[in-house]
């Protein structure tokens, strides 16, 4: 007998498999639909019943958090007059692994009758909800991973992946954006991230100021104060150079015994990279992983030190 760890590598192995399965059906017919749906100037109404609803209403959610307008409606609640909230301008996302379930075809006539096109998901392409669509997409799956292969598992597994294909495919062709992507989300930590910038986390008090003529082993003791790992240069109260601790260390190296002979000037980054108080948390991670550098410093217009914002200020 079959240890449960066992039995749950062979439900994973299959429905891996059927996903697999599905790029092959991938054809025009999954252009179609995301043309549809992308020239479509009302919302996409996505329906379903049983385990085809609850995928349904996961991938309307997708597809409304990624700019495409989309909502889920179970079609028993059509006949109690939920139809109110369909439009010529809208579009049917209709899911049925069978293609033939009898609350989802009652529904297909008041689609058709208001003229609204249907993109039909099932495993039968020749089921009558693939006859009455607009567009369909075969979701065909050999079998399901339950052992009776009864249970939706891989068909379900299936939906989903088709669904989430269609809402990435759509995000690409509408050049969806992170920022776009806060504004769905702004109460997630993705979204923080998103919306915060760097005067919500930059460090404004007691910032390591070192005169440019101070020398190194002075400047050591300031840098070292700061907690920071560098040291900011001002004259007349602007920024002109920036050292890090590891300025200090290679100059070290370099000079050995005449190190203390140098002054901050010697050598300080005289363009330091610098950002505004609005610069969003993610634009400075890209900063920083783009020059190898772990902090930036907060300025004005006029080079005016704000603030200072390190790498571990941005993992919020």
Not at 40 to 59: D, F, N, R
Not at 110 to 124: F, R
Request: glycine share 8%; hydrophobic share 40%.
């Amino acid at each position: 007998m079959k240890s449960p760890k066992e039995y749950a590598i062979q439900v994973i192995r299959e429905e891996a498999q059927a996903v697999l399965d599905l790029i092959p059906s991938l054809d025009e017919h999954f252009d179609r639909a995301v043309e549809l749906i992308y020239r479509c100037h009302g919302k996409v109404i996505v329906t379903g019943v049983g385990k085809s609803g609850h995928i349904g209403a996961k991938i309307a959610a997708t597809l409304a958090s990624t700019g495409t307008p989309a909502f889920f409606i179970n079609p028993l609640d059509v006949f109690h007059g939920d139809l109110g909230v369909m439009t010529r301008d809208d579009v049917v996302l209709a899911i049925s692994n069978s293609g033939l379930t009898d609350e989802l075809l009652r529904f297909i006539p008041m689609v058709l009758h208001m003229q609204v096109p249907i993109i039909g998901m099932s495993g039968n392409p020749n089921s009558l909800l693939a006859k009455y669509s607009t567009i369909h997409l075969n979701v065909h799956v050999a079998k399901e991973a339950c052992p009776l292969n009864l249970a939706p598992t891989s068909s379900t597994t299936a939906q989903l992946v088709v669904g989430d294909a269609l809402a990435i495919a759509l995000m690409e062709k509408r050049k969806f954006r992170p920022q776009d992507f806060a504004q769905f989300h702004p109460g997630g930590e993705l979204g923080r991230r998103l919306l915060t910038t760097a005067a919500d986390v930059m460090r404004s008090d007691d910032l390591p100021i070192i005169p440019k003529d101070m020398h190194l082993g002075e400047a050591i003791i300031h840098v070292s104060k700061g907690k920071l790992g560098l040291g900011v240069s001002l004259e007349d109260g602007k920024i002109i150079g920036l050292i890090t601790d590891g300025d200090i260390r290679r100059a070290m190296e370099r000079w050995q015994a005449e190190f203390f002979n140098h002054t901050v000037s010697d050598i300080m980054t005289h363009q330091p990279k610098m950002v505004t108080p609005t610069t969003k948390i993610t634009e400075i991670q890209r900063i920083m992983q783009r020059h190898k550098i772990h902090t930036v410093l907060v300025a004005d217009q006029e080079r005016h030190l704000l603030g200072v914002v390190d790498h571990y200020s941005c993992m919020i």
